[in-house]
């Protein structure tokens, strides 16, 4: 993950107080942010809370942030957990409409690069039913493409321990995939 130059000098002016910087910030980060949280919860209702409370703890913490150039890791970090209180959460809270399928998100709201084909919509569930925190992993690596130490940063925890997580949700996405493709084919064969 490479840091962006310009970023760096909208997050110090964003430290010393300048609304308009953390507007920029905001809106440049918002479409990976949501499309994070996205992958991560697995709801865009909960998505875009996630990206909303990420950015009120952006906001509300500037001025901890002691190096700017590093503020996109900074940002996937808070927005990690945030995800994984908000996934907590929502497992407690799970609304009716959910239960019953009422309330499923349209094509349309889904952020349309995770939903481009048949083959994406099987992944992306493959995907939604590993852990929070393999699933927080593969999204890091797969779809932000950073690095087993940035993501180890990010998550708080050790680089090993990421690459067990990868290693264990890529097992079990073949597993799933593979068991889907099988039963596609013997579905075709009748």
Same mark, same amino acid.
Request: overall charge neutral; aromatic content about 10%.
């Given at each position: 993950? +490479?840091?962006?130059?310009?970023? #760096?000098?909208?997050?110090?002016?964003?430290?010393?107080?300048?609304?308009?910087?953390?507007?920029?910030?905001?809106?440049?980060?918002?479409?990976?942010?949501?499309?994070?949280?996205?992958?991560?919860?697995?709801?865009?209702?909960? =998505?875009?809370?996630? *990206?909303?409370?990420?950015?009120?703890?952006?906001?509300?913490? !500037?001025? !901890?942030?002691?190096?700017?150039?590093?503020?996109?890791?900074? /940002?996937?970090?808070? /927005?990690?957990?945030?995800?994984?209180?908000? %996934? !907590?959460?929502?497992?407690?809270?799970?609304?009716?409409?959910?239960?019953?399928?009422?309330?499923?998100?349209?094509?349309?709201?889904?952020?349309?690069? *995770?939903?481009?084909?048949? !083959?994406?919509? #099987?992944?992306?569930?493959?995907?939604?039913?590993?852990?929070? +925190?393999?699933?927080?992993?593969?999204?890091?690596?797969?779809?932000?493409?950073?690095?087993? +130490?940035?993501?180890? =940063?990010?998550?708080? %925890?050790? #680089?090993?321990? *990421?690459?067990?997580?990868?290693?264990?949700?890529?097992?079990?996405? +073949?597993? *799933?995939? #593979?068991?889907?493709?099988?039963?596609?084919?013997?579905?075709?064969? /009748?």
């Amino acid at each position: 993950m +490479k840091e962006n130059r310009g970023d #760096e000098q909208l997050v110090r002016r964003m430290i010393a107080d300048d609304r308009e910087a953390f507007d920029l910030l905001m809106e440049s980060y918002y479409p990976r942010t949501l499309r994070m949280a996205y992958l991560i919860s697995g709801s865009y209702a909960d =998505s875009e809370d996630i *990206v909303q409370e990420t950015f009120i703890q952006v906001y509300l913490n !500037r001025r !901890r942030i002691r190096e700017p150039q590093y503020f996109e890791r900074w /940002l996937y970090k808070t /927005l990690t957990r945030e995800a994984w209180r908000i %996934c !907590r959460r929502s497992k407690k809270e799970q609304p009716v409409e959910e239960v019953f399928g009422e309330n499923t998100p349209s094509a349309a709201s889904v952020p349309e690069e *995770v939903m481009r084909n048949a !083959r994406d919509r #099987e992944l992306y569930q493959a995907v939604g039913r590993l852990p929070a +925190k393999q699933r927080t992993a593969v999204v890091l690596y797969y779809f932000n493409g950073m690095t087993t +130490k940035e993501i180890a =940063s990010v998550m708080g %925890c050790l #680089e090993g321990t *990421v690459k067990s997580r990868l290693y264990t949700a890529r097992t079990q996405l +073949k597993q *799933v995939l #593979e068991s889907e493709q099988q039963m596609l084919g013997e579905e075709a064969a /009748l």
